[in-house]
Every structure is written in C-alpha cells, then in structure tokens.
C-alpha cells in the first residue's frame, strides 16, 4: 500500500548515518533523499535488495526490507525539506562562449540539451525546475550533491544501467553517453545551486 511517513521515520534510522537525519547527506559522495520521491527511493531501495544495482553498502541495508518498508522510507524522505546547495559560478572558457560562468553550460544543457551530439534535454524528464516527476522513474535532482550527480553522471557515461532486463533503465546511460567531463561538472554544479 502507499507508504507511511511517520512508520518510515523509524525504519530509515538506519539511514541517517549516510543520508542525514532529514536526508540532507553531509558527506557530498552520498545522495541527499530531502524531498524525493516516494516511488522512486522504494524502486531503488528494491533494485539495491535485488542486486540489479549494484552497491555493497546499500544491499545490505536493503536486504531486511519488505517492498512495504520502502514505500514508507519513501514517503518519510519524500516529506522532508532539500537544503539547496551553492552552485559553482567559477569562470571558464568555452568556445565561443569564453568567459561564460561555468554553471551556464550545465544551465543551457539541464534545458536544452544538444540536439546535435544527441545530448536529451534533462528537462524533459526532470522537469523545468529538476522535481522530477512523481513516481517510480524520473528522480529528483533539485539541491542534489553535486559530487554524487557528477560521479552517477560519469558512471551513466559509461554504461552503467540501474536494473536489468524488463526492469532496466537504460534511458541515463544513452543521454549521458556523448557528454564532456566539463559538461557533467557543470550540470552537477547547476543542480547543486
């Protein structure tokens, strides 16, 4: 059934070490869960338990829970206030765009993509102001560590794909693949801010 925030509370105690007490992660390389959405934590919480994503730490929390759990770990998380981070408007050159602010190639990409290197606009899916869409699919990416955004995004690049056969996502890993370290730095600071 739909989760219980008050029920997910005392379940994702376990949680907060990495996440944060009210899922703003302290350490940058974890994800903040502030203000994501219910469906999506629990089908990443099942993909965790299922190996199908691959994380040590994160199997074993996810291991003991029932799909109930993660519903209700989704919807404590999905109730609590992001803590918007700063983005990065360190000044950098970029073609005929020299002495843009760094955070404007991630800006003008997160809303348009380049249609040309067949980079999706991120909008698309994440909406114009990153909430992502309710459910279990389109996370997130408001005030979302930078560190963590950039690391994912290379690690998409790459290949990586959450969930396997009918249940894989390989949308992240075809948008990602023609990006630039520089450009992934940037959407990752543009997110942050």
């Given at each position: 059934g739909p989760g219980d925030a008050t029920r997910g509370e005392a379940k994702a105690a376990a949680c907060a070490a990495c996440h944060g007490i009210d899922g703003n992660a302290v350490d940058p390389?974890?994800?903040?869960?502030?203000?994501?959405?219910?469906?999506?934590?629990?089908?990443?919480l099942a993909l965790f338990k299922s190996g199908e994503r691959d994380n040590a730490i994160m199997m074993g929390f996810a291991a003991g829970l029932s799909s109930q759990?993660?519903?209700d770990i989704g919807a404590f998380y999905a109730k609590q206030m992001k803590r918007p981070g700063v983005a990065d408007e360190t000044v950098i050159a970029e073609g005929d765009n020299a002495g843009s602010k760094f955070y404007e190639v991630g800006k003008r990409?997160?809303?348009?993509?380049d249609?040309?290197?067949?980079?999706?606009?991120?909008?698309?899916?994440?909406?114009?102001t990153g909430?992502?869409?309710?459910?279990?699919?389109w996370p997130s990416l408001q005030?979302?560590?930078?560190?963590?955004t950039a690391q994912t995004l290379r690690a998409f690049r790459d290949g990586m794909v959450w969930g396997k056969d009918a249940n894989a996502n390989v949308i992240m890993?075809?948008?990602?693949?023609?990006?630039?370290?520089?450009e992934i730095d940037s959407?990752?600071?543009y997110l942050q801010g």
């Open positions: 390389i974890n994800p903040n869960l502030a203000g994501q959405h219910e469906h999506y934590i629990a089908r990443q759990d993660m519903r990409l997160y809303r348009s993509g249609t040309a290197r067949g980079i999706p606009s991120c909008a698309a899916c994440h909406g114009p909430r992502g869409v309710p459910g279990p699919s005030a979302q560590h930078a560190t963590y890993a075809s948008a990602a693949r023609n990006l630039t370290d520089e959407l990752a600071s």
